[in-house]
């Protein structure tokens, strides 16, 4: 999900479970999605991304999903493992730029 | 293969300094951004680049000002530095097809902290 104030939600969920990490996104006309994961003190990695033609697409261990009539993105990890224990975010393609959303927080408890 | 770079890593300066960040990538991507990362906004565009030459201003541009004479080289330079430009500095670069805007590439950050 969003930011709410200065708080980023967080999920927790024990080592080998799955995880679904949420986000809302602003602009129907975006036609290009991308979540990113970003470690403590890096930068942001690429993850995975989709286009608004698809509403599934899958990776090693991820898969996002996009459901464009509530413009909602969610992301699957699938056997969480502590290494992806991190801020995830979502960005959209909105008027030829990326918007980011403010993050959430994934700990995997061993 | 060094992808993208930033430098310094760390930086402590002063009200009213200039400060320069520097953003280096070896892909040759067109495309180069910074941005700031700030608790509670998340990561917000600062300005962006298409190609050597050709600069333009994301969300949030004021107190800053970029070049870029050559493609792989971006840097950052805030003209009188400010407390409220204490942030996480993020440079990435991306290579567009058919979207410029398509996966962009980050480096590690610069963090700065203004006194």
């Known amino acids: 999900g969003e930011s709410v104030g200065l708080h980023l939600p967080t999920l927790s969920v024990q080592e080998g479970d799955n995880s679904i990490i949420n986000c809302a996104y602003s602009n129907s006309a975006s036609d290009y999605f991308i979540w990113y994961k970003q470690e403590s003190g890096k930068g942001p990695q690429f993850i995975i991304d989709?286009?608004?033609?698809?509403d599934k697409r899958q990776g090693q261990r991820v898969t996002v999903l996009l459901n464009k009539t509530v413009k909602h993105l969610s992301l699957q990890i699938a056997a969480t493992q502590p290494g992806d224990s991190a801020v995830y975010f979502c960005a959209e393609n909105s008027g030829n730029k990326l918007v980011f959303g403010a993050g959430t927080i994934l700990r995997v408890k061993s | 293969d060094a992808g993208i770079t930033q430098s310094p890593r760390y930086k402590i300066t002063e009200t009213g300094r200039q400060v320069t960040l520097m953003c280096h990538q070896t892909?040759?991507?067109?495309?180069m951004f910074w941005y700031r990362q700030d608790l509670g906004h998340g990561l917000r565009l600062i300005y962006y680049?298409?190609?050597?030459?050709?600069?333009d201003k994301g969300e949030v541009p004021d107190g800053y000002v970029v070049s870029r004479s050559k493609t792989e080289n971006f840097p950052l330079t805030l003209e009188s530095a400010t407390r409220s430009q204490t942030s996480v500095y993020f440079c990435a670069s991306s290579a567009p097809r058919t979207n410029p805007q398509e996966t962009q590439y980050f480096g590690p950050g610069t963090r700065l902290l203004v006194l």
């Open positions: 989709i286009r608004s033609n698809m």
């Open positions: 892909w040759s991507h067109s495309y």
């Open positions: 680049s298409a190609a050597a030459d050709i600069t």
